[in-house]
T-cell receptor, first 116, second 113 residues
Framework: LAKTTQPISMDSYEGQEVNITCSHNNIATNDYITWYQQFPSQGPRFIIQGYKTKVTNEVASLFIPADRKSSTLSLPRVSLSDTAVYYCLVGASVPYSGAGSYQLTFGKGTKLSVIP | ETGVTQTPRHLVMGMTNKKSLKCEQHLGHNAMYWYKQSAKKPLELMFVYSLEERVENNSVPSRFSPECPNSSHLFLHLHTLQPEDSALYLC????????????FGPGTRLTVT
C-alpha cells in the first residue's frame, strides 16, 4: 500500500477555502486516492475519490496533478461543522480474489480546526 | 432505519465479563468490517467478512471473536478483555470486499475496567 503523508493539523477561519495536501510518492498505477472525514466519537465518512485531474462533488474538490504523487482536498467556504480529522488513503479500488485483500489503511490524518 | 447501526453505543465491562457488540447494515452490502480505534492511534482493521465468510483476520487476539450470521449482521464477541482493549470499535460495510467506499457505523465506546 502506498504510504501517505499529510499535515498533522490545520486551522482556518469560517468562510475560507481550505486545501489539505497529501503526498503519496510511491502511488501505483492502479491506485486511487480517497478521502474520508471523521468527527469525534464517530465513524469515518467517505468524502471523495479520484484517479487523476480534478473531481468535484457537492462536498469537496480533489485535485490530482499529472504525476499523481500528491493530491489536494479542497473544502470551499468552511464552517464550524467542518472541524474534523481528514484522512487521505491510497490503494487499488478494484476488489480481487486470492490471498490478501485491499483494505483501507488510515494514517493519523489532518485535524482541521475551523475558528469563528 | 438506514445506514450502519451499532449497539450498544457505550459499554463498560470488567475483565472477566463476556459481552457482544452488534452491527447491522441496511445498505444491501456484501462485505462487513470491524475496526478498532484507540486514543491517538490510527484506525486498525480487525476483521473482514465477505458474503458471510471471514476473509481477513489481522492478528487479532482470540479474546475477540467475530460472527457474521448473514450479510446484514455482524457481531464481535468479547471475553476476558484487558484494559488496553478499551477503544472505539467501528463497524463498516461496503458493496463488495475491497471497495474503496466504506460506510461506517457510529461505533461502540468500550471501556474495560
Amino acid at each position: 500500500l502506498a504510504k501517505t503523508t499529510q499535515p498533522i493539523s490545520m486551522d482556518s477561519y469560517e468562510g475560507q477555502e481550505v486545501n489539505i495536501t497529501c503526498s503519496h510518492n510511491n502511488i501505483a498505477t492502479n491506485d486511487y486516492i480517497t478521502w474520508y472525514q471523521q468527527f469525534p466519537s464517530q465513524g469515518p465518512r467517505f468524502i471523495i475519490q479520484g484517479y487523476k485531474t480534478k473531481v468535484t462533488n457537492e462536498v469537496a474538490s480533489l485535485f490530482i496533478p499529472a504525476d499523481r504523487k500528491s493530491s489536494t482536498l479542497s473544502l470551499p467556504r468552511v464552517s464550524l461543522s467542518d472541524t474534523a480529522v481528514y484522512y487521505c488513503l491510497v490503494g487499488a479500488s478494484v476488489p480481487y480474489s486470492g490471498a490478501g485483500s485491499y483494505q483501507l489503511t488510515f494514517g493519523k490524518g489532518t485535524k482541521l480546526s475551523v475558528i469563528p | 432505519e438506514t445506514g450502519v447501526t451499532q449497539t450498544p453505543r457505550h459499554l463498560v465491562m470488567g475483565m472477566t465479563n463476556k459481552k457482544s457488540l452488534k452491527c447491522e447494515q441496511h445498505l444491501g452490502h456484501n462485505a462487513m468490517y470491524w475496526y478498532k480505534q484507540s486514543a491517538k492511534k490510527p484506525l486498525e482493521l480487525m476483521f473482514v467478512y465477505s458474503l458471510e465468510e471471514r476473509v481477513e483476520n489481522n492478528s487479532v487476539p482470540s479474546r475477540f471473536s467475530p460472527e457474521c450470521p448473514n450479510s446484514s449482521h455482524l457481531f464481535l464477541h468479547l471475553h476476558t478483555l484487558q484494559p488496553e482493549d478499551s477503544a472505539l470499535y467501528l463497524c463498516a460495510s461496503s458493496h463488495t470486499r475491497g471497495h474503496y467506499e466504506q460506510y461506517f457505523g457510529p461505533g461502540t465506546r468500550l471501556t474495560v475496567t
